[in-house]
């Protein structure tokens, strides 16, 4: 149930889309304390982006959950923060985070919903 999706203007080599992806998905499992076989990831790279009026390495982030904890949003944006640092190199004042806390009924899975 957990999504995590990730946009940056930073360029991957098609192949190189999987550890990042696989290193994500066992972080937001592990911040979350959900399984791993709920989490989604996606990634999209080479994006046209500007952040502060320059086109310099940026990314945009959303997380979104069920049951997405308010209080720890802090600590959630600084470990997604260090996952991107580490993967592109983009430092932390140029990555924005949209954290959104989805009810059950709103999520859907499996042909029903949470």
């Not at 999209?44 to 997405?68: D, Q």
């Given at each position: 149930?957990?999504?995590?999706?990730?946009?940056?203007?930073?360029?991957?080599?098609?192949?190189?889309?999987?550890?990042v992806l696989a290193r994500a998905s066992?972080?937001?499992?592990?911040?979350?304390?959900?399984?791993?076989?709920?989490?989604?990831?996606?990634?999209?790279?080479?994006?046209?982006?500007?952040?502060?009026?320059?086109?310099?390495?940026?990314?945009?982030?959303?997380?979104?959950?069920?049951?997405?904890?308010?209080?720890?949003?802090?600590e959630l944006s600084q470990a997604l923060?260090?996952?991107?640092?580490?993967?592109?190199?983009?430092?932390?004042?140029?990555?924005?985070?949209?954290?959104?806390?989805?009810?059950?009924?709103?999520?859907?899975?499996?042909g029903g919903t949470f």
């Open positions: 149930m957990p999504y995590l999706k990730i946009q940056t203007n930073i360029e991957r080599e098609p192949g190189d889309s999987q550890p066992k972080l937001v499992a592990e911040l979350l304390g959900k399984p791993e076989k709920y989490v989604m990831v996606a990634l999209e790279t080479a994006l046209p982006m500007v952040l502060g009026g320059s086109e310099a390495p940026a990314a945009y982030l959303e997380l979104k959950s069920i049951g997405l904890p308010h209080d720890r949003t802090t923060c260090e996952l991107i640092h580490a993967e592109f190199g983009v430092t932390p004042e140029r990555v924005y985070i949209e954290f959104a806390d989805a009810p059950r009924t709103m999520w859907g899975w499996n």
